[in-house]
């Protein structure tokens, strides 16, 4: 069975930055699709940032040259560096991963919270 873990949150002021890092743990063979999502208070969870096995990269427009993600698949983990933080990025973020034969799986969530 495969584990997401997240890490990295925290408490930032706006135009700050935070480094959120997602290791996976069990019997991995593979990870297709790695990725981010997160949830503000009130409202849906919402995609943030994919990175394929292949090295492909898409972020939402809302992230968009701010946000930069990667993935270290020798450690099976992913990251998201965020910059320039504004008070709408604060959100649970959680880790996605996409399992082959098994389908998606999420970590716990990191709370990331960003002050005016």
């Known amino acids: 069975q495969v584990q997401l873990v997240e890490s990295g949150g925290g408490l930032v002021q706006a135009g700050g930055s935070l480094r959120l890092s997602c290791a996976a743990s069990g019997r991995i063979i593979s990870l297709n699709a790695m990725g981010w999502y997160r949830q503000a208070p009130g409202k849906q969870r919402e995609w943030v940032a994919t990175?394929?096995?292949?090295?492909?990269?898409n972020y939402a427009d809302s992230v968009k040259g701010r946000f930069t993600i990667s993935r270290d698949n020798a450690k099976n983990s992913v990251y998201l560096q965020m910059n320039s933080l504004k008070p709408e990025d604060t959100a649970v973020y959680y880790c996605n991963a996409n399992v082959p034969y098994s389908g998606d799986i999420w970590g716990q969530g990191t709370q990331v919270t960003v002050s005016s």
């Open positions: 990175v394929r096995s292949s090295g492909w990269i």
